[in-house]
């Protein structure tokens, strides 16, 4: 189900098909997290001013970044394929090559082992959500209206799952908004 752009999303095809498709959103995804990165380590750490040391920052933090997002797809792909099974050991492998990337960036391969465990349980848990429908645990479904935030839109958002906690919330939030709270009984 594409997303609501239109575009392509991870788990539109199952696993072990359009491998490049998912190498390119998954790339694409973890290339931006690690520009944010290096745009952080540019302006906080490094304070680099001249544009070579900054591409150099970018690319220090993008390409690897970019090369676990691709490596996970291809690697999870390639699992499938090899396996001839769609199941949740396909991610837990993809998930712990990808985090060896990063202990080949660093030249360390105890970093890279210590990095792969925590992503492959993220691909676990990402593949167990996805695929017994509860994927609003990787993204709750917050209200964001104006009238639920407090300054310039801007607040906290109370959210639950149960439905009699939901309706209550809901009563509380027009009591408070239609401003019957705060008359007094005379």
């Known amino acids: 189900m594409p997303d609501k752009w239109g575009f392509y999303t991870y788990f539109d095809t199952p696993d072990g098909r359009d491998i490049h498709k998912k190498a390119l959103y998954t790339g694409s995804r973890s290339l931006y997290a690690g520009l944010i990165c290096s745009i952080w380590d540019v302006i906080h750490v490094t304070r680099a001013t001249t544009p070579f040391t900054v ?10 970044a970019a090369s676990v997002g691709v490596t996970y797809s291809v690697v999870t792909g390639l699992a499938c394929s090899i396996r001839q099974k769609t199941d949740m050991y396909n991610h837990v492998i993809g998930g712990f090559a990808a985090g060896s990337v990063i202990g080949v ?3 360390s391969y105890k970093f890279g082992f210590g990095w792969g465990i925590p992503f492959a349980l993220f691909g676990l848990f990402t593949y167990e959500a996805i695929t017994s429908g509860d994927a609003k645990l990787l993204m ?3 209200d ?3 009238e639920n935030s407090h300054v310039f839109g801007i607040g906290h958002h109370k959210w639950t799952w149960d439905p009699k906690k939901r309706e209550k919330l809901a009563k509380d939030r027009e009591l408070f908004y239609s401003g019957e709270h705060m008359t007094r009984d005379t």
């Open 140 to 142: 709750p479904n917050f």
């Open 105 to 107: 960036a660093k030249k």
């Open 144 to 146: 964001t209206s104006r």
């Open 55 to 64: 591409a150099r920052r970018v690319c220090i933090w993008g390409l690897p």
